[in-house]
């Protein structure tokens, strides 16, 4: 089956999707006809109004969801965006209009600037987009971040071209009919009635019918899409946005998760403008290799099984079967995309003034050391904790004379734990008298399956929890000492930068002072020689 062929079939599901409300309105009509003048008696009048109560709320849903259906692609308010208007960029701008113009398309009427690695191009469509009606255009902000000038004109073209191709302007209406099917099955499932869970489960069984069907013809368009930016932007400037987007995908998210989002436990924030600016930062100290290997180490999001987009490896590959030509590509010696921008800075504050949720702006600013440094102590306390818990209760139980095995009893006050926590010197030498393995080991948190561990088994579960609450103890007592750094570490993991006999060291005297026969020795020596050392 050819694609239009494909795609009229689409088309006469969508329109189907419409139509299956209006059947089913008048199925109810004929059957409420029905009971009320043939099976029904005059008697029966509380049952008949049940039903007719019943058929007005299911009309209500049906009617909703129809009505929801056709206004599915109306342009909505973009409040988590800043507006750009070409005044206030006009190189940016002219970028966008020129890739219209090439391709021979209508610009967008709106731009606006979001914090996603992505672009789009939506249309106030009318009829699901068989009369056109105004355009705006979402820009990712860290998309401009990690693309340069050729391969952003690229994406343009590929945005434009979902509107370009005639032959699969069918097409085009399939894709925003799949997007308006999504919508009203959204809708009905959020509905708060079992009427409406009802209505929407036969949505559901339609649509999913319906996204199958349409699935070739979608996966056509973003194909159509990248052979129009190959052919405008360059073959080897479109290969090198597409391989671009998924490396630039997965370091955006490494930078929320690890660094944008440092401070949450503290109850703070990067400074002004570097909320979403850091990432900058990131992409300076991580390129090629380096940044490509944020996506290695993350798991790749489960493809939804109605995906419109192609595999991307798939579209790299037919991309690089068409002809060479001598155009940029998009070689790190092109110019950055942002440098298209007028002043980054002010427009990376603006749009964490829209993103940032209105009670994040009573959070207090921290410079990028200053939260790496408070992290680094949060985070060292919690790892230290619990190890320090099972040496005070075990310490507890020896002073009483009490089973020094026995775990601790389940309900003890917890401010009895948190009085008088021993140090560092305190643990090694509870360590040293061989209550490790025998007291504390036992009393620090475990899940249920482990606490029937015995043996070396059980040592080899709980051993890297005693080695990273030793280590917490450590690091607060470098950083106490005035001994550790903050290493912000945009090429790695922010923490703690330590005395360099420590880095060398440090892994080996925590691994003997947890190994089965605790030997605190070499511990020792290092923390006697950082007291040396004045801060």
């Known amino acids: ?45 509380w049952l008949e109004g049940m039903v007719l109560a019943v058929t007005v709320l299911l009309a209500v849903a049906i009617v909703r969801g129809m009505f929801v259906f056709l206004r599915a ?16 960029q006009p ?20 731009l606006y600037l979001v914090a996603e690695v992505n672009a789009g191009v939506a249309e106030q469509s009318r009829l699901l987009g068989l009369l056109p009606g105004r355009r705006r255009m979402l820009l990712g902000l860290p998309l401009l971040a990690g693309v340069t000038v050729p391969q952003l004109r690229a994406v343009f073209a590929h945005e434009f071209g979902h509107y370009a191709n005639l032959d699969t302007r069918l097409g085009g209406v399939t894709m925003r009919g799949r997007t308006a099917v999504l919508h009203t099955v959204d809708v009905f499932s959020q509905g708060s009635t079992p009427l409406h869970h009802t209505i ?172 790496v ?17 099972a040496v005070a209760r075990a310490l507890r139980s020896e002073a009483q004379g009490t089973d020094e095995t026995a775990p601790a ?29 025998m007291a504390v080991a036992d009393r620090i948190p475990k899940p249920p399956q482990a606490a ?4 070396l088994s059980a040592r080899n579960f709980i051993r890297p929890k005693v080695f990273d609450g030793l280590a917490g103890m450590v690091h607060l007592r470098l950083a106490e000492a005035g001994h550790a750094a903050p290493d912000i570490a945009w090429s790695g993991r922010p923490g703690l930068a330590l005395p360099e006999e420590w880095e060398k060291a440090m892994d080996d005297a925590l691994d003997a002072a947890v190994a089965d026969t605790p030997d605190t020795t070499p511990l020792r020596t290092l923390l006697a020689s950082t007291d040396r050392v004045s801060p």
């Open 1 to 45: 089956m050819n694609f239009r062929l494909r795609a009229v079939r689409a088309l006469v599901l969508l329109a189907g999707f419409y139509l299956m409300g209006v059947v089913l309105l008048a199925v109810m009509a004929v059957l409420d006809w029905l009971l009320v003048t043939r099976l029904l008696t005059a008697r029966a009048a």
């Open 73 to 88: 692609g109306r342009l909505g308010p973009v409040p988590h965006a800043v507006a750009v208007t070409s005044q206030d």
């Open 91 to 110: 190189e940016l701008w002219e970028q966008v209009r020129a890739a219209a113009k090439e391709i021979g398309e209508r610009p967008p009427d709106e």
């Open 200 to 371: 929407g489960a036969l949505y559901l069984g339609y649509a999913r019918m319906f996204l199958r069907t349409s699935q070739s013809v979608a996966r056509h368009q973003e194909r159509a899409a990248d052979q129009v930016a190959a052919r405008h932007a360059g073959r080897d400037a479109t290969a090198a946005a597409l391989r671009a987007l998924p490396v630039l995908e997965s370091a955006h998210t490494h930078y929320l998760q690890t660094y944008a989002e440092i401070g949450k436990p503290l109850g703070a924030l990067p400074p002004v403008g570097e909320v979403h600016g850091g990432f900058l930062r990131l992409l300076a100290a991580r390129q090629g290799e380096r940044l490509a290997a944020l996506a290695a180490g993350q798991r790749p999001p489960r493809p939804h099984p109605y995906d419109s987009h192609p595999p991307t490896a798939e579209r790299i590959a037919l991309i690089e079967k068409l002809p060479g030509d001598e155009r940029a590509d998009g070689s790190p010696d092109a110019p950055p995309a942002l440098t298209l921008l007028r002043d980054p800075g002010r427009v990376f504050t603006a749009l964490e003034a829209r993103t940032l949720p209105a009670e994040a702006t009573r959070l207090r600013r921290m410079s990028w050391d200053d939260l």
């Open 373 to 389: 440094m408070a992290r680094a102590v949060v985070d060292a306390e919690g790892w230290s904790r619990p190890l320090q818990l």
């Open 409 to 437: 009893r389940r309900g003890a006050p917890a401010q009895k734990d948190d009085a008088g926590l021993p140090g560092l010197e305190e643990v090694l030498d509870a360590f040293d008298r061989g209550l490790l393995w």
């Open 452 to 455: 029937r561990l015995v043996g």
